[in-house]
């Protein structure tokens, strides 16, 4: 089992930056994708960016492209989203997700685990 668990979520203002940290346990997923998600109220949870097991180049949704990126350190067995220029579009409840299979999958129903989310909200 891996349990995965985030933090760094909070409030801000548009234009302002976060750092969410989604640290897993239980199993090292260095050889796992790695992969963040939002969800905002009333919304379906949509895909934000995947860093696949081999390291490659991540992969991001359109709309945050530019603005967020996405690492890992596997000392550490955390993966972070780096948030930049942020806007009020971007609330939502962010979560780390890891797929076993380790490929760069877009699609929540390839991720084997989820943590249980960190909130965001960004003021205009």
């Known amino acids: 089992q891996v349990q995965l668990v985030e933090s760094g979520g909070g409030l801000v203002q548009a234009g302002g930056s976060l750092r969410l940290s989604c640290a897993a346990s239980?199993?090292?997923?260095?050889?796992?994708?790695m992969g963040w998600f939002r969800q905002a109220p009333g919304q379906e949870r949509e895909f934000v960016a995947v860093m696949s097991g081999s390291g490659t180049t991540p992969s991001y949704a359109d709309s945050v492209k530019g603005r967020f990126t996405i690492s890992r350190d596997n000392a550490k067995n955390t993966v972070y989203l780096q948030m930049n220029s942020l806007k009020s579009e971007d609330t939502a409840v962010y979560s780390c997700?890891?797929?076993?299979?380790?490929?760069?999958?877009?699609?929540?129903?390839?991720?084997?685990?989820w943590g249980q989310g960190t909130q965001v909200t960004v003021s205009s």
């Open positions: 997700a890891a797929n076993t299979r380790g490929w760069g999958s877009r699609r929540s129903r390839d991720y084997d685990y």
């Open positions: 239980g199993r090292t997923v260095s050889t796992y994708a």
